[in-house]
């Protein structure tokens, strides 16, 4: 009885020790699992090969002319089934980042693809530039640039090969282009800096109409919302009317000009109630041509 009072304090020392480190052993960890990172890539489970991650260097399949060089920091990417993606630090501005992988893809010789199928216009997040699509064989790239704090950008590039059938000339790409949706009558506005960007899309476009649509997290509200879109159409040389304001609602008169013919659109801003989110829409068409 005397040793088992003895060895009291000892195992209660122990207990207080123990108990003491468990929460150092369950603190979260930067370090993504594995497991995590592959279920993230394809929710779906579809695909018909794992991705294989790769930290600090290329996937197998990336092609190794693909990025600059100099001034570069590949932070990683995924090998994934029919292509592979890559993501990089540049020390340049999103704007700078894009036309330095733009001027570098064309002396590697890729070859712009803009034309194939690519959308013209509309909502965009902001700071990230358009996405730029190149292609060399029957290789597709796409990349974007987007602002890293404190400095520099992150470029996201992706290169697929979509079908051995897929030709990469100018020929194919007009093709490709007619078959695709074209929405340049719309011009690029880019979400303003306070705002979340949460989806976007395009509505019908034929060749006198042309819509699209943006749903912003944003505490701004409607008319402060509406006048940032109606002051980037202004710089972008469209002509804006006076709003037209209602309890929640913005609705600006556009008009302006395509391949010499006049368009005539709406910018409409709605306020969704007790949600701060804002939804977008902008409609251009052109007088229909009878044939």
Same mark, same amino acid.
């Given at each position: 009885?005397?040793?088992n009072?003895?060895?009291?304090?000892?195992?209660?020392?122990w207990?207080?020790?123990?108990?003491?480190e468990?929460?150092?052993?369950?603190?979260p960890?930067?370090?993504?699992?594995?497991?995590?990172?592959?279920?993230?890539?394809?929710p779906?489970?579809?695909?018909?090969?794992?991705p294989?991650?790769?930290?600090?260097?290329?996937?197998?399949?990336?092609?190794?002319?693909?990025?600059?060089?100099?001034?570069?920091r590949i932070?990683?990417?995924?090998?994934?089934y029919?292509?592979?993606?890559v993501?990089?630090h540049l020390?340049?501005?999103?704007?700078?980042? $894009?036309?330095?992988?733009?001027?570098h893809?064309? @002396? /590697? &010789? #890729?070859?712009?693809?803009d034309?194939?199928g690519?959308? %013209?216009?509309?909502?965009?997040?902001r700071?990230?530039?358009?996405p730029?699509?190149?292609?060399?064989?029957n290789?597709?790239?796409?990349?974007?640039?987007r602002?890293?704090?404190?400095?520099?950008?992150?470029v996201?590039?992706?290169?697929?090969?979509?079908?051995?059938?897929?030709?990469?000339?100018?020929?194919?790409?007009?093709?490709?282009?007619?078959?695709?949706?074209?929405?340049?009558?719309?011009?690029?506005?880019?979400?303003?800096?306070?705002?979340r960007?949460?989806t976007?899309?395009?509505?019908?476009?034929?060749?006198?109409s042309?819509?699209?649509f943006?749903?912003?997290e944003?505490?701004?509200?409607?008319?402060?919302? $509406?006048?940032?879109?109606a002051?980037?159409m202004? @710089? /972008? &040389? #469209?002509?804006?009317?006076a709003?037209?304001?209602?309890? %929640?609602?913005?609705?600006?008169?556009?008009?302006g000009?395509?391949?010499?013919?006049?368009?005539?659109?709406?910018?409409?801003?709605?306020?969704?109630?007790?949600?701060?989110?804002?939804?977008?829409?902008?409609?251009?068409?052109?007088?229909?041509?009878?044939?």
């Open positions: 009885m005397e040793a009072v003895r060895a009291l304090p000892v195992i209660l020392a207990s207080c020790a123990a108990l003491a468990l929460p150092a052993q369950q603190q960890s930067d370090v993504v699992p594995r497991e995590l990172a592959i279920a993230l890539l394809d779906s489970g579809m695909s018909p090969a794992t294989d991650l790769v930290v600090g260097a290329l996937p197998r399949s990336f092609p190794t002319d693909a990025l600059p060089r100099n001034g570069i932070l990683g990417g995924a090998e994934r029919g292509g592979a993606a993501v990089a020390p340049e501005h999103p704007d700078s980042a $894009a036309a330095r992988m733009a001027a893809l064309q @002396r /590697a &010789g #890729w070859r712009r693809a034309a194939d690519g959308l %013209g216009g509309g909502f965009v997040p700071p990230v530039t358009r730029a699509r190149f292609c060399r064989a290789a597709i790239l796409t990349y974007t640039a602002a890293h704090a404190p400095t520099g950008s992150l996201h590039v992706t290169v697929g090969y979509p079908d051995t059938r897929y030709v990469c000339s100018e020929e194919a790409q007009r093709a490709r282009g007619r078959r695709g949706r074209d929405y340049s009558f719309l011009p690029t506005l880019e979400a303003p800096a306070d705002a960007f949460i976007a899309s395009w509505g019908p476009s034929n060749r006198d042309q819509e699209a943006v749903r912003l944003t505490a701004r509200g409607a008319t402060p919302t $509406a006048s940032h879109y002051e980037l202004r @710089r /972008a &040389g #469209w002509q804006v009317s709003p037209t304001v209602a309890e %929640g609602v913005v609705v600006y008169r556009v008009h000009e395509k391949d010499n013919r006049r368009l005539s659109g709406a910018l409409v801003v709605l306020d969704v109630e007790e949600a701060n989110q804002i939804d977008v829409t902008l409609r251009v068409a052109r007088r229909d041509t009878l044939r």
